[in-house]
């Protein structure tokens, strides 16, 4: 089965993506990893003083995001050494690798605009929590907790698609039907589990 997925259209030219099996958003994801960012031949990730620099909106938009991100990221670690479900453990390791290369590029658009981001704070206290799980309780409190995580950046990415910085909606349509596959996975694993 192909899903036909449209990435975007600048300058009416429109991107499409074909998903052809359940893990292809992160395959896609990384296929086109720096395609709507990468600094142009001869420049650098750092900082350009020719490119428009960030709105307030979108700063606080990437503060956020790397801060979602960072918390998955840091939940799905744990879930990879944790979780007793193989599937768990699989769907983990792919949410701990798409993340990084969504921060990642998310971190050189920010710098190329002359914004600060990094891997936002993991909010620790959600990791000790799920730390505390019994192991039989612990790969549905992981899915639950990865699945509302997965819903913020969904709701970041969705408001982020109208910024009028080309570069961040881009990126913002690119990848927000990766988060919503991230999260229609998670949903499964959960119906599977119970």
Not at 16 to 34: K, R, Y
Not at 61 to 70: E, L, Q, R, V
Not at 129 to 155: C, F, N, P, Q, R
């Amino acid at each position: 089965m192909k899903v036909f997925l449209r990435l975007l259209t600048l300058a009416g030219v429109g991107f499409w993506m074909v998903l052809t099996s359940p893990g292809a958003a992160e395959t896609a994801a990384e296929a086109n990893a720096q395609q709507l960012i990468a600094p142009e031949a001869g420049t650098s990730a750092e900082f350009n003083p020719a490119a428009p620099k960030l709105s307030r909106s979108d700063k606080r938009f990437i503060k956020k995001y790397t801060a979602s991100s960072g918390h998955s990221i840091a939940i799905s670690k744990q879930a990879v050494t944790r979780a007793v479900h193989a599937d768990v453990r699989a769907y983990a390791e792919t949410v701990v690798n798409t993340e990084e290369l969504i921060t990642g590029e998310l971190v050189v658009l920010a710098r190329r605009r002359g914004g600060e981001a990094a891997i936002g704070h993991t909010r620790s206290v959600a990791v000790e929590k799920l730390t505390k799980k019994s192991i039989d309780a612990y790969d549905e409190a992981y899915l639950k907790e990865v699945m509302g995580a997965h819903k913020t950046a969904i709701a970041l990415l969705e408001k982020a698609v109208t910024s009028s910085d080309t570069y961040v909606a881009a990126f913002a349509v690119q990848y927000l039907a990766v988060m919503r596959d991230h999260l229609a996975r998670a949903r499964q694993i959960e119906k599977m589990l119970n």
